[in-house]
């Protein structure tokens, strides 16, 4: 993969000569699966919003490991195995996930070799978030406003549809506590609905 990465650097250093130019070129390397680490801030996420976050940027191999230091204890991160996937011509590349997002209120990063480095506000490269110089809103991700002066409809953060929100996402996993108060409201329904036969 070294030497992959080797030619690829020399062919970037000269993809505007001919004859490079006269083709769109694209890194086989660049699809090839590689780990990706999830820090989320609230550990209590579950595994399964994660992932379903993760796939609508890359494919997501297997499941996720919990990264442990030399005590045993879960640091925090987890490892998924990914493959990125082809952008949309005529930039081609492949796609690049946000390297810092929320799912609901839960802020967190994504770490991966070959991400490129952009500004954790609006996604560009060559600057950092304290000299952003772009206002993107938190509410709906655009450019141009804030959030206090956003009309954009609600957009759930988990699965990207707007009209919801994360804590009612069809999408999201639903805690045991949550599971069993709809099956019980389910069987409270159908026992209504017999005795009303
Ligand atoms: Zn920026
Ligand atoms: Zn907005
Ligand atoms: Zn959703």
Redesign the pocket.
């Known amino acids: 993969a070294a030497i992959c990465r080797q030619v690829w650097e020399k062919v970037v250093e000269k993809k505007e000569e001919a004859p490079l130019n006269a083709f769109r070129i694209e890194p086989l390397f660049a699809r090839e699966l590689r780990p990706l680490y999830v820090h989320m801030h609230n550990p209590f996420i579950p595994e399964e919003d994660i992932v379903t976050f993760l796939r609508r940027y890359v494919d997501v191999q297997g499941s996720g490991t919990k990264e442990r230091d030399e005590k045993g204890y879960w640091t925090g991160r987890r490892r998924f195995l990914v493959r990125l996937r082809p952008g949309a011509a005529p930039e081609g590349g492949v796609v690049h996930p946000p390297p810092a997002f929320s799912i609901g209120a839960n802020g967190g990063t994504v770490r991966y070799p070959g991400q490129p480095k952009v500004c954790h506000r609006c996604g560009k490269e060559g600057h950092v978030v304290a000299t952003c110089p772009s206002k993107v809103?938190?509410?709906?991700?655009?450019e141009g406003?804030?959030?206090a002066?956003?009309?954009?409809v609600v957009r759930c953060n988990l699965c990207g549809m707007q009209g919801h929100l994360y804590n009612v996402c069809p999408d999201r996993k639903r805690t045991y506590a949550e599971a069993a108060a709809t099956a019980a409201s389910k069987k409270k329904e159908s026992q209504s609905a017999r005795r009303q036969d």
């Open positions: 809103c938190r509410k709906c991700g655009a406003h804030l959030a002066d956003c009309r954009a």
